[in-house]
Every structure is written in structure tokens, then in C-alpha cells.
């Protein structure tokens, strides 16, 4: 195995403004915490988040049984914003996997107090 990394980049939605303290949840896809996180003043994580990937060398020859990236669940809460859920983000070896979070303030959605907005990331074709 090897190892990928996630960083988030997360602010608000229309003005672009940095959110710090913007709770960062990662999942593997049967729920199971793989790192929790807040961001800092600059809306990034302090440092990336690791996460154990396929080696490199196992997908350089065609074989469908082995995918050369790992899939999670990336949740972004702020207390006053729309939550984020990031369905099968793909992370590969060796590579810094960039998630942009354009959060809502709920004060633009007055009737969606609750609400959840949901990406899903279709599979790669390799």
C-alpha cells in the first residue's frame, strides 16, 4: 500500500471568505472514522489528511479487480452554513487530492435550515 492525501480548501459560497472552524469529517464507505479536523483562519487544514491508498505499481497494467485510488466520505459542518457531504472522493498514491468546499450561509436559505447538499464523485475510467 501507499499513501494519498487530502487537503480542503473551504469558504464561503459567495463571497469566497475563508472559514475557519469548518468541521472536516473523513470516511471510509462503511462509516469508520478515518480523520477529524477543523479548519485554520486560511480555511485549509493545518496539514494534509493521510490516507492509505493502492501502490502505484498496481495500476499500471489493466486488471478491473484493482482500482488504483482509495474512495471516502468527506463531511464539511459549520454552525450557520449548509453541511457538504462528498460522496466517493477518490484519493491516489503520491497525490494531493484539493476539495473545494463552497459552503452556503442557511441565511440564503431560509426555508433549508437543515439542509445537506451532496456531491458524488463518479468512478474514474482507467
Do not use: C, K, W
Not at 480523520?35 to 489528511?49: K, Q, V
Not at 503520491?94 to 476539495?99: H, I, N
Amino acid at each position: 500500500s501507499a499513501t494519498g492525501y487530502i487537503q480542503v480548501h473551504a469558504y464561503a459560497s459567495s463571497a469566497r471568505i475563508p472559514l475557519q472552524g469548518a468541521a472536516i469529517t473523513v470516511t471510509r464507505p462503511d462509516g469508520s472514522a478515518v480523520a477529524m479536523r477543523l479548519t485554520n483562519r486560511s480555511g485549509t487544514l493545518d496539514s494534509p489528511i493521510a490516507i492509505t491508498v493502492p501502490d502505484r505499481a498496481e495500476s499500471q497494467s489493466p486488471n478491473p479487480g484493482i482500482l488504483p485510488f482509495t474512495d471516502v466520505y468527506l463531511y464539511a459542518r459549520l454552525e450557520n452554513f449548509e453541511t457538504i457531504e462528498i460522496e466517493n472522493l477518490q484519493v491516489f498514491a503520491g497525490t494531493l487530492t484539493v476539495q473545494n468546499l463552497a459552503m452556503i450561509p442557511l441565511s440564503e436559505l431560509p426555508d433549508s435550515y437543515n439542509r445537506v447538499e451532496i456531491f458524488n464523485t463518479p468512478p474514474q475510467n482507467l
